[in-house]
Nanobody, 110 residues
Framework: QVQLVESGGGLVQPGDSLRLSCVAS????????VGWFRQAPGKQREMVAY??????NYVDSVKGRFTISRDNAKNTLYLQMNSLKPEDTAVYYC?????WGQGTQVTVSS
Protein backbone atom coordinates (compact mmCIF):
# COMPACT_ATOMS: atom_id res chain seq x y z
CA GLN A 1 0.00 0.00 0.00
CA VAL A 2 1.38 3.39 -1.06
CA GLN A 3 1.57 5.89 1.77
CA LEU A 4 3.15 9.32 2.13
CA VAL A 5 3.50 10.84 5.58
CA GLU A 6 4.47 14.47 5.87
CA SER A 7 5.91 16.36 8.81
CA GLY A 8 7.78 19.54 9.62
CA GLY A 9 5.17 22.24 9.25
CA GLY A 10 4.46 24.83 11.89
CA LEU A 11 4.13 28.47 12.85
CA VAL A 12 7.23 30.57 12.24
CA GLN A 13 8.17 34.21 11.90
CA PRO A 14 9.16 35.92 8.66
CA GLY A 15 12.77 35.13 7.82
CA ASP A 16 12.76 31.79 9.63
CA SER A 17 13.42 28.39 8.09
CA LEU A 18 11.58 25.09 8.06
CA ARG A 19 12.28 21.70 6.57
CA LEU A 20 9.38 19.58 5.44
CA SER A 21 9.75 15.82 5.21
CA CYS A 22 7.70 13.26 3.32
CA VAL A 23 8.35 9.61 4.12
CA ALA A 24 7.21 7.17 1.46
CA SER A 25 6.23 3.58 2.04
CA UNK A 26 4.94 0.92 -0.29
CA UNK A 27 7.26 1.86 -3.14
CA UNK A 28 10.83 2.94 -3.81
CA UNK A 29 11.27 6.67 -4.07
CA UNK A 30 14.21 6.82 -6.44
CA UNK A 31 12.30 5.72 -9.54
CA UNK A 32 9.71 8.47 -9.46
CA UNK A 33 9.22 12.11 -10.29
CA VAL A 34 8.66 14.04 -7.07
CA GLY A 35 7.36 17.41 -6.07
CA TRP A 36 5.97 19.75 -3.46
CA PHE A 37 2.77 21.69 -3.93
CA ARG A 38 0.94 24.17 -1.74
CA GLN A 39 -2.54 25.54 -1.36
CA ALA A 40 -3.31 28.80 0.39
CA PRO A 41 -6.82 29.64 1.61
CA GLY A 42 -9.03 30.62 -1.30
CA LYS A 43 -6.38 29.77 -3.89
CA GLN A 44 -5.70 26.90 -6.21
CA ARG A 45 -3.02 24.35 -5.44
CA GLU A 46 0.26 25.35 -7.06
CA MET A 47 3.51 23.60 -7.80
CA VAL A 48 6.32 24.78 -5.53
CA ALA A 49 9.14 22.47 -6.59
CA TYR A 50 9.29 19.53 -8.95
CA UNK A 51 12.08 17.24 -10.00
CA UNK A 52 12.12 14.57 -12.66
CA UNK A 53 14.83 12.97 -14.74
CA UNK A 54 17.55 15.17 -13.29
CA UNK A 55 15.67 18.39 -13.95
CA UNK A 56 14.31 20.56 -11.13
CA ASN A 57 11.89 23.43 -11.36
CA TYR A 58 10.66 25.94 -8.81
CA VAL A 59 7.86 28.44 -8.87
CA ASP A 60 9.39 31.88 -9.29
CA SER A 61 8.29 33.09 -5.88
CA VAL A 62 10.49 30.54 -4.05
CA LYS A 63 13.56 30.44 -6.28
CA GLY A 64 16.70 30.95 -4.24
CA ARG A 65 14.87 30.28 -0.97
CA PHE A 66 13.49 26.72 -1.23
CA THR A 67 15.34 23.53 -2.10
CA ILE A 68 13.85 20.16 -2.92
CA SER A 69 15.92 17.07 -2.19
CA ARG A 70 15.53 13.39 -1.59
CA ASP A 71 17.27 10.71 0.43
CA ASN A 72 16.65 7.48 -1.43
CA ALA A 73 18.16 5.40 1.35
CA LYS A 74 15.53 6.78 3.75
CA ASN A 75 12.81 6.87 1.09
CA THR A 76 12.22 10.48 2.09
CA LEU A 77 11.57 13.67 0.18
CA TYR A 78 12.47 17.04 1.69
CA LEU A 79 11.68 20.68 1.14
CA GLN A 80 14.09 23.09 2.80
CA MET A 81 12.43 26.48 3.11
CA ASN A 82 14.55 29.50 4.04
CA SER A 83 13.75 33.19 4.39
CA LEU A 84 10.08 32.41 4.80
CA LYS A 85 7.54 35.10 4.00
CA PRO A 86 3.91 35.54 5.06
CA GLU A 87 2.87 34.75 1.48
CA ASP A 88 4.39 31.28 1.90
CA THR A 89 1.57 30.46 4.32
CA ALA A 90 -0.29 27.43 2.96
CA VAL A 91 -0.87 23.74 3.35
CA TYR A 92 2.04 21.95 1.73
CA TYR A 93 1.64 18.60 0.01
CA CYS A 94 4.26 16.20 -1.24
CA UNK A 95 3.62 14.38 -4.52
CA UNK A 96 5.44 11.26 -5.58
CA UNK A 97 4.59 9.39 -8.74
CA UNK A 98 0.92 10.33 -8.64
CA UNK A 99 0.36 9.90 -4.91
CA TRP A 100 -0.27 12.74 -2.46
CA GLY A 101 0.68 13.27 1.14
CA GLN A 102 -1.89 14.38 3.67
CA GLY A 103 -0.59 17.93 3.82
CA THR A 104 1.17 19.92 6.51
CA GLN A 105 0.33 23.47 7.53
CA VAL A 106 2.97 26.17 7.25
CA THR A 107 2.10 29.53 8.75
CA VAL A 108 4.45 32.49 8.53
CA SER A 109 3.40 35.35 10.74
CA SER A 110 4.90 37.92 13.05
Amino acid sequence: QVQLVESGGGLVQPGDSLRLSCVASGFTLDYYAVGWFRQAPGKQREMVAYTSGGSTNYVDSVKGRFTISRDNAKNTLYLQMNSLKPEDTAVYYCWIGGSWGQGTQVTVSS
